[in-house]
């Protein structure tokens, strides 16, 4: 019922899913990334939006090599999953497919809208061009894929990858080889 009912308890969910995920893979808070901290310029003062003049704070800030950075905001979008889920026939599945797509949709014109990584390379780093949506749950991210690959694609092209706990995964291991290597060079 907390899952369905209150946004500010699925969010944090979903933060605590991605934090522990991070530090999991031995990512250090502070050092490797930074969790809702609020973006700030070279100067050390809050970055606003350009539409609404709102701070700036994304779930995770993750340092990447070379002075780069990518923001991953954790977003949950349970209700049409769990009604699919739970759905006794085709109506149901149908019309909760269709609540599910909507949701996960939301949020990808969310984090657009954010353009975060604008607002990063005012810090000093460089930031990829992509937000990283992470789904806290598998099977939500699985069900939208698989029956809305063009919407992820979509996202794709708006600089938005949609991706489940596996994918974040392989992206994080993708990572940490990447600082291996970076670190290897500079003691050679």
């Known amino acids: 019922t907390a899952l369905r009912s209150n946004n500010k308890t699925v969010g ?21 990334f ?12 809050a970055v606003l939006s350009d539409d609404g003049g709102r701070r700036l704070i994304p779930d995770v800030v993750l340092f990447l ?8 905001d954790s977003k949950v979008s349970l209700n049409g999953y769990l009604d699919y889920c739970n759905s006794m026939d085709d109506a149901g599945r149908t019309a909760a497919l269709a609540s599910h797509r909507q949701s996960v949709e939301k949020h990808v014109r969310e984090l657009s809208d954010k353009n975060y990584s604008q607002y990063i390379r005012q810090t000093g780093r460089d930031s ?11 099977g939500a991210f699985q069900l939208y894929y698989q029956n809305f690959r063009e919407d992820w694609h979509r996202a794709f092209d708006k600089r938005i990858i949609i991706t489940g706990e596996s994918n974040l995964f392989a992206m994080l291991k993708i ?8 670190n290897q060079q500079k003691n050679t």
């Open 12 to 32: 944090n969910w979903g933060e605590v899913v991605l934090l522990n995920l991070l530090e999991g893979m031995g990512l250090g808070e502070g050092e490797d």
């Open 34 to 45: 930074v969790k809702q901290e609020a973006i700030k310029d070279v100067d050390g003062k």
């Open 65 to 72: 090599p070379e002075n780069k950075a990518v923001v991953i």
């Open 128 to 138: 990829l061009d992509y937000v990283v949506m992470f789904v806290p749950n598998e």
């Open 175 to 182: 990572i940490e080889n990447t600082w291996v290597r970076v």
